[in-house]
């Protein structure tokens, strides 16, 4: 077995997270997660949610760790991770009616967001629903000193990085047919945001 990566901020992110997936995926069957990492994710929420079949997937290089978490979870829904480097890899046909990513939109470059929102079109049934986790700016603004420190850092380490704005991820989203966000704040200044395809989703089902 491949030694497992750990992402500390992944163990205290992952209840409040969680607290949304229990009723954003209620109803859901296959979820698609876009840039699993470390594996840690996968196989907690996989876990927890065991009507779910959990899809896990990355680039090519993280899945060795993603395999050794998901393979000492030993859990029946979580098919074997699957290659995606989403401007890049092709994307499964329709088929899965969720989608989760977790602190990704800021690392990509925006025209990797993008490819992302183009590959959940093609990947996402008609009444899909998408949940995205990370930082983001609203309105133009940073919503605490510590998210405006880590986009310069980011920046700083990468042109291409940055916290984006909420707007415009929500703007991709409405793009490729989902209704209206909604924003859930999270502890570390964190988001959960929900949307349903095909409507506005305006209560949970």
């Known amino acids: 077995m491949s030694e497992k990566p750990h992402a500390p901020a992944t ?11 229990r009723e954003a995926f209620a109803q859901r069957r296959r979820v698609l997660e876009i840039g699993s990492g470390t594996g840690q994710h996968a196989a907690f929420f996989a876990a927890a949610l065991p009507w779910l079949q959990w899809q896990a997937s990355d680039r090519a290089e993280h899945l060795p760790g993603i395999r050794a978490w998901l393979d000492e979870a030993a859990l029946s829904n979580t098919p ?34 993008e490819a992302l929102f183009r590959g959940l079109d ?4 008609s009444d899909a629903t998408l949940v995205v986790y990370g930082p983001f700016r609203i309105g133009g603004r940073h919503t605490s000193e510590s998210n405006a420190a880590f986009d310069a850092d980011l920046r700083q ?16 989203a409405r793009g490729i047919g989902f209704g209206a966000v909604i924003d859930h704040a999270l502890p570390a200044n964190n988001r959960c945001l929900v949307w349903r395809r095909g409507g506005v989703l305006s209560r949970w089902p």
Not at 11 to 21: S, T
Not at 81 to 96: K, T
């Open 157 to 172: 380490r990468a042109a291409h990085m940055g916290v984006r704005d909420l707007e415009a991820v929500d703007a991709l």
């Open 11 to 21: 163990e205290r992110n992952r209840e409040p997270i969680l607290a949304v997936l």
């Open 80 to 113: 074997p991770p699957r290659a995606l480097d989403v401007a890049r890899d092709p994307w499964p046909a329709r088929g899965f009616d969720a989608a989760f990513s977790a602190n990704t939109l800021h690392i990509m470059a925006w025209a990797e967001v």
């Open 122 to 125: 093609t990947a996402l049934e």
